[in-house]
């Protein structure tokens, strides 16, 4: 067994807390999946399920593979991931799949994905490579800030018309890396004033002229039926069943398998899986969830403090908040505390990319954390590998 532990180099806490969230995510896409996959797998009940199955285990094999490849190969090739995301999230528009009257998916020889999944990694890379300059000799924090003012708005801006909360929460990512990376807070307020002034100008022109391929019509309508302006039954058709959920799992549940609502709740892997897990596992498990979330972003902040320097310490708080934020939203949604979005459950709500984009972010994580850990010294970290001295200074500096 130790043999075995030893593979799984890194923070074992979150090795550890990423299985049990995969583990809860494999049983409850088999319960909210099987009469799906009965109807319309010829039978097959457990197609969903050994496809979640298969990604969650190319997820692990993802991390197990960045874990041992150096996060300073990662400062070199930043401005590069930026200027190709920004590549993927045009052609998104172009000859993106469209869903819902918004292109999100793009499909490359058979292989479709969310171009925003892209956009949130290799931005929060940039945004810390960038930071961690503005430490050294001459270099002007105006300089930075105007550098990650840039990134950020070009990305939010491109991700915006079809995806709302994802432009939000990454954008909201984006702007507590930037405090904790010492930009002026005046500069960071006069930021979110910009951008607020811009999206209602934004909103403006699509309701006069009636432009496509953008969801305000859905945001406006989730709002009202969230401060109940909208009172059609189909408008709060998703919150009552999530609701209804939740109440009947009170606190231990009707065990695995046993849900009601997976028939009648949209979305019930994906968007509502969190209303399931409380339906099937009680009030008990979902604060267990809860908690599960709350350890992982703490041993995250643990490996941002204890790094050495200041890019794998910004890109270890950047790429934590994304998964953070994205759980919480997923959550608050099912419990009727905000609008309804499509934020899914991280390693829990069925989704082939959606898994690996966060395993890719996590094996990040991961090696950052065999740095911070002085268990291994860093010539056992990089051996066979020729890599560069990241050149930034102590995180906690001037």
Excluded at 107 to 125: E, R, W, Y
Excluded at 332 to 340: G, Q
Aim: glycine residues 8%; contains cysteine; proline residues 2%.
């Amino acid at each position: 067994m130790e043999k075995f532990f030893d593979l799984l180099k890194g923070d074992r806490v979150i090795w550890f807390i990423v299985a049990l969230l995969s583990g809860i995510g494999l049983i409850e896409v088999f319960s909210s999946t099987s009469m799906l996959a009965y109807r319309y797998q010829d039978g097959q009940t457990s197609h969903y399920f050994i496809r979640h199955l298969f990604f969650i285990l190319l997820g692990f094999a993802v991390m197990f593979t960045l874990c041992r490849v150096s996060y300073k190969h990662l400062y070199k090739l930043a401005g590069v991931f930026l200027v190709f995301c920004v590549f993927l999230l045009v052609l998104t528009y172009i000859k993106g799949v469209a869903t819902n009257s918004a292109k999100r998916w793009l499909d490359i020889g058979g292989l479709s994905f969310q171009t925003s999944d892209v956009a949130k990694l290799s931005l929060m890379i940039y945004l810390a490579k960038v930071l961690s300059q503005a430490r050294q000799e001459g270099v002007k924090m105006w300089d930075v800030y105007k550098k990650c003012l840039l990134a950020v708005g070009v990305v939010c801006g491109l991700i915006l018309p079809s995806n709302f909360s994802t432009a939000f929460l990454v954008g909201l990512a984006s702007l507590f890396v930037m405090f904790v990376g010492n930009i002026r807070p005046k500069w960071l307020l006069a930021t979110v004033g910009v951008a607020v002034v811009c999206f209602g100008l934004f909103v403006a022109f699509v309701e006069l002229t009636g432009a496509e391929g953008t969801r305000v019509g859905t945001w406006s309508k989730r709002i009202e039926t969230f401060f109940g302006s909208e009172t059609s039954k189909d408008a709060q058709f998703q919150s009552q069943q999530a609701k209804i959920a939740i109440a009947l799992g009170d606190i231990i549940g009707k065990g695995p398998g046993n849900s009601n609502q997976r028939n009648i709740l949209p979305h019930p892997y994906s968007d509502f899986i969190f209303a399931i897990i409380v339906e099937e596992g009680g009030l008990i498990v979902g604060l267990f969830v809860v908690v599960l979330y709350s350890v992982f972003f703490a041993r995250c902040i643990k490996i941002t403090r204890n790094s050495e320097k200041a890019f794998p310490a910004f890109m270890v708080l950047g790429l934590s908040l994304n998964i953070m934020f994205q759980a919480v939203v997923n959550m608050l949604v099912a419990v009727s505390i905000i609008p309804v979005t499509g934020q899914t459950l991280p390693f829990v709500s069925m989704g082939g990319t959606s898994i690996l984009f966060n395993s890719v972010a996590v094996g990040i994580i991961l090696n950052v954390s065999r740095y911070t850990a002085k268990k291994e010294t860093v010539e056992d970290i990089e051996e066979n590998q020729e890599v560069e001295e990241v050149v930034d200074y102590p995180f906690i500096a001037g």
